[in-house]
């Protein structure tokens, strides 16, 4: 009676496709890389039409303007950020969150002495 339950649970689709899913688990304390030349990104995690990247900002540094086909969410991990849109700045600390609308052009600017550690999330 159990191998029978086990067998029609194992032929259920959802269980298969838990099966064909792989796992993945990141430290991100390993993903934090410096560089006084630029602003270091690193993958954390991608699939399907989503992305998860850790950017790591010396003192001073800036990334790139950009601008996303869909929401991006940032999260500030370490230190302070000054993020620069369309309809100005905000200064944002340790432990906050911003989302940037799809289609607004911006960038991110260590606002800190320190060091700075941000999260972003966006769909491709």
Known sequence: MVAEAQRSVAETPATRNLEDATVKITTIADARRFSLDAVQKTELAAGGDLSVSLLCFE???KDEDQ????SCIYQV???EVLLRHDGGSERVGTGRLITVPAGSR???????????????????
């Not at 601008?67 to 869909?70: H, K, R, V």
């Not at 911006?106 to 491709?124: K, P, Q, S, Y």
């Open 106 to 124: 911006h960038h991110l600017e260590n606002a800190g002495g320190g060091l700075l550690v941000v999260m972003a999330t966006h769909a491709h």
């Open 77 to 79: 991990l370490e230190g």
């Open 59 to 61: 003192a001073g540094q």
């Open 67 to 70: 601008t996303f086909g869909a």
